[in-house]
């Protein structure tokens, strides 16, 4: 399938054509795949927005959710949307010329979120609860304008572990990004197709076909948050444990209720002892 260079999505234009590219490829791709059906994330001729935001996870979203379509696998219409939050210095041409090259449905959307997040926001202060909760109120708006029943985030694997150990640290409990969640209103899905897909592979994938990256001058210019910190955390365990990141995902699915102190969620009361026989 990777070979066939006359039948490959613009997306795609100028992929390497090495074996470990083919191979990082097709993992990425089967990553989604599984995710996809095992959190029963695609109804039929549904209509998705694909959230691009032009960092490495979001291209690589974008990227993998076309070839499953361009494939006849995800029976979906996707359009792909970027938030332009009025940050200083952003690039507002490139996502519309790398989307429009490539002819894949998109829709720019300009909304100031910057302005207010810089005045309600104290110095010192992080910015990443308000950023996000704007970011998201206006992509729920605009999913709804656009007859869409899914928004669709680029968080990854190592977003998912990393706000497991945020809650489980600073928020006390254990809970993470679920990868399909439905909304407050009822009315939207919010799916995370990457959530089997490493960050690492994120970035090579990214790397390799040379994606326009847009760095973020807002909330990714802090230093110190805890979100980093965990991340330098989990950073040194997989070097002194390689694959231990893979460990604990895995453990987020495999959840023993029985083996925790959540009354509400496993009923002690009911275990009854049966008499010794005499």
């Not at 590219?21 to 998705?48: G, P, S, T």
């Not at 996870?57 to 379509?69: C, H, I, M, N, V």
């Not at 519309?96 to 959307?109: D, K, M, N, S, W």
Request: proline share 6%.
């Amino acid at each position: 399938m990777l070979d066939q260079t006359d039948d490959i999505h613009p997306l795609f234009a100028g992929a390497p054509k090495t074996t470990e590219f083919k191979k990082l490829r097709k993992r990425i791709v089967a990553n989604v795949r599984e995710a996809l059906d095992r959190y029963a994330m695609v109804e039929r001729d549904a209509r998705w927005l694909v959230c691009l935001s032009g960092g490495k996870d979001s291209y690589t979203l974008l990227a993998a959710l076309t070839e499953l379509q361009w494939r006849g696998l995800l029976p979906v219409e996707i359009l792909a949307c970027n938030l332009d939050q009025g940050q200083p210095g952003f690039p507002a041409t490139v996502l519309p010329e790398f989307l429009g090259a490539r002819g894949v449905p998109h829709r720019i959307e300009y909304a100031d979120t910057y302005s207010i997040v810089m005045d309600k926001v104290p110095a010192g202060r992080t910015m990443c609860a308000l950023c996000s909760r704007l970011r998201r109120g206006n992509l729920y708006r605009i999913a709804r304008e656009e007859g869409c029943s899914a928004v669709v985030l680029g968080h990854h694997r190592d977003d998912i572990l990393e706000t497991f150990f945020l809650n489980l640290f600073h928020g006390g409990k254990l809970a993470t990004m679920p990868p399909r969640l439905l909304n407050d209103e009822g009315d939207l899905h919010v799916l995370r197709p990457l959530a089997h897909v490493a960050e690492e592979d994120c970035e090579r994938f990214a790397r390799a076909l040379d994606y326009p990256i847009i760095p973020c001058d807002l909330c990714g210019s802090q230093d110190g948050l805890q979100r980093q910190q965990i991340k330098a955390m989990l950073d040194e365990w997989e070097r002194r444990s390689p694959g231990r990141r893979g460990k604990m995902f895995s453990a987020l699915s495999q959840v023993r209720p029985s083996h925790l102190l959540d009354g509400e969620l496993f009923d002690f009361a009911a275990l009854l002892r049966e008499a010794p026989p005499r």
